[in-house]
């Protein structure tokens, strides 16, 4: 795959790649280590997970403990007492305590839907970031064959910047020797201070991109 060389400002990360070669499936990789939506995908599945938990707790059962404490001024006795038989008088103080077991039978599939429901909104929630990925993609895919395009004309320069430097090697020793106009050197020299000018427009285009 054809690689760039350019100075890469990775905004997402806030932080700068040293100039070197990135491919396109680099920046794909770039992009999904470091671009916050894509966090996203595991915080919805950790908070689904959560939400499902609390629902699916409905099929436990569950423990109700319950007590009660009462003083009464007056309690009723039998005033009967015998050498051989004695009812005791109750206390005044009576405590009471209830422990209640419930268990969910039948609830009509209404827990598995919600349990469903979740499950899809979590799988509809997780594709919108997909898409957003998408998109984001197809921007990195827009800037790299931009990138591409504008250094393979920075290249044509480059060649036709040394086919120039070379010409005009040779007008100058034609002047020397008398056989060449010293014109000829003047257009060659304007030629290639525009061929720089753009080679530097492209590069500032480059690195911008």
């Known amino acids: 795959m054809k690689t760039l060389n350019l100075l890469l400002y990775m905004v997402f990360s806030l932080s700068l790649v ?9 920046s794909y990789q770039l992009v999904s280590k470091n671009y916050p939506i894509i966090k996203q995908k595991e ?10 938990n609390v629902i699916e707790k409905a099929k436990l059962p569950t423990l109700d403990l319950s007590a009660q404490a009462t003083y009464l001024s ?33 609830n009509g599939g209404a827990i598995n839907k919600m349990v469903e429901e979740k499950s899809l909104k979590l799988q509809a929630q ?18 790299y064959f931009s ?9 044509l320069l480059n060649q036709k910047e040394v086919l120039l430097t070379a010409k005009l090697n040779e007008v100058k020793s034609g002047i020397e020797n008398g ?3 010293q014109s000829f050197a003047y257009l060659l020299e304007i030629e290639k201070v525009k061929v720089n000018q753009l080679q530097v427009e492209l590069s500032n285009n480059i690195n911008s991109l």
């Open 18 to 26: 040293a100039q070197t070669n990135i491919t396109l499936n680099d």
């Open 43 to 52: 915080l919805l599945a950790q908070k689904n997970k959560a939400e499902i």
């Open 74 to 106: 007056d309690v009723t006795h039998v005033p009967i007492s015998t050498p051989a038989f004695n009812i005791p008088s109750p206390n005044n103080d009576q405590y009471k305590a209830n422990i209640n077991i419930n268990q969910l039978i039948y």
């Open 126 to 143: 997780q594709k919108q970031v997909d898409v957003s990925l998408y998109q984001l993609k197809k921007q990195i895919n827009q800037l």
């Open 147 to 155: 990138i591409v395009l504008l250094q393979e004309k920075r290249e």
């Open 179 to 181: 056989m060449v106009e």
